[in-house]
């Protein structure tokens, strides 16, 4: 039987010798803000550190980040943090986590760190770095970790096998088997396979495409795509993929060197991580094939070729700008606008009002639902199978993807010989020990939801999210009136006024007698009465007749004041 977690899980106990804790607070559940936490001889290891992007129910939110709640009184007892690749999801909330100690020890490949600096800089943090390659052995106080290099759409991927007195885990990182990559950089199955014989008790893999079935489509099958789309194209082409993705970019800037067209990148993001990997090697460019965006009008329209940001729908990326109209990029009739990436969960509504509004500028607009634009950086359930069956582990944790990929990717592992008693399908905060080559959940931690919103950072509540949400969907009304508390009458007002709800202030007339009735009754039963109960009369008393009468729950907010 799998070993589910649930929410009414207790505290876990006081964590026993020789035995290896892990604690994930994000990633499960939700594709993004990926983080695990390892625990052994009172010493913690920490394996990733990302964001997670918000969805419309969260309007405002910029970011969302793990729960860090856990560690915070721990600070000192982290060794280090690994990086397994580049992307925001397993990296964007680094910044946040040094706040709490600045030199902790950051751990990953060349283009992994270079990315972590890069954005540190932006907070002022000047981090404590280690370069760490595939094949390479550090330890870490009571954790021995060996890096494995994996295929991802990142180059300088790394998953990470960690052993402890409690027992060995390999950790995938995001990966899949592309076998023809475009960097010749495969995930090394042999290093897999030694492994395996030494002995994984504990397989923590990539789900996010483990309920799609065979294997991922190779990265240099979009290269033909773009060839042609390019050849076919009259005026500019924008292709807008994810700030990270080198090796999208390289097939963008090869098949515009093979068309004669010049590409600006567009997007700060976009701007910083390509100079970056074209510094360290990552990236090849063509000579003389990148312009300045603002020298790109100097070109005809059939000679451009835009890399932009904003292929998730980000309302302040470029590409929300330009489908706005509020861009210094205008698109136009006949221009090309590919969307080169995935949608993720959640994002799929903001992707396809962005769609809707280039075509309506008269684009033509492509995507991974028409045309071969995007291949998956994630192991389908055909490549799970394979790594179960190499590495033969003796207990399986899915990590990375929500609720759906991680049932799916239990299931392979089970059909792959996996006990279904050492499946483990966790949620964040769900904690886990590992000993003597059984692992078990123990107990639940409290984890939530941080959220970054402009410059603060966790003082957003849900309560705060669910009063945005009423507002944008269903207006408030404000109520000022004040009362003569020793006549107990109602002497001006109530005044109302109201917004976003579609509706004459004149249609409230009628409520307003009723107002009066009911604060006059409540002065005249009790006269130590406080505001703030009679400005929940008020309450009471508006929001039932605009729930009956008008259909809506708007924000009220009642102001009573004493004459």
Known sequence: MTQLAFSHLTTPPKLAKDTLRIVPLGGLGEVGRNMAVFEIAGKLLIVDCGVLFPEETQPGVDLILPD??????????????ILTHGHEDHIGAVPYLLRLRRDIPLVGSQLTLALVEAKLVEHRIRPKTM??????????GPFNCEFVAVNHSIPDALAVFIRTAGGTVLHTGDFKMDQLPLDGRITDLRHFARLGEEGVDLFMSDSTNADVPGFTTAEKEIGPTLDRLFGQAKKRIIVASFSSHVHRVQQVLDAAAKHGRKVAFVGRSMVRNMQIAAKLGYLEVPDGILVDLKNVDKLP????????????????????RMANGDHRVQVGTGDTVILASSLIPGNENAVFRIINGLLKLGADVIHKGN?????????????????????????????????????????IAEESGVPGENIILADNGTVVDLHDGL??????????FVYVDGSSVGEITDADLKDRRILGDEGFISIVTVINRSTGKVVSGPEIHARGVAEEDAVFDEIIPKINAALEEAVAERKDHTTHQLQQVVRRVIGTWVNRRLRRKPMIIPVVLEA
């Open 371 to 411: 045309a071969k634009v995007h291949v998956s950086g994630h192991a389908a359930a055909g490549e799970l199978l394979y790594c179960y069956n190499i590495l033969e582990p003796l207990n399986a944790m899915p990590v990375h993807g929500e609720t759906r990929h991680l049932i799916a990717n239990g299931k």
């Open 131 to 140: 370069v760490v390659e595939e094949g390479q052995v550090e330890q870490f």
């Open 68 to 81: 860090f709640s856990y560690i915070e009184d721990r600070v000192d007892d982290i060794l280090a943090v």
């Open 301 to 320: 329209d059939e000679k451009v070729v835009l890399m932009s940001t904003g292929s998730q729908g980000e309302p302040m990326a470029a590409l929300s």
């Open 439 to 448: 692992a078990n959940i123990v107990g639940q931690v409290e984890v939530g």
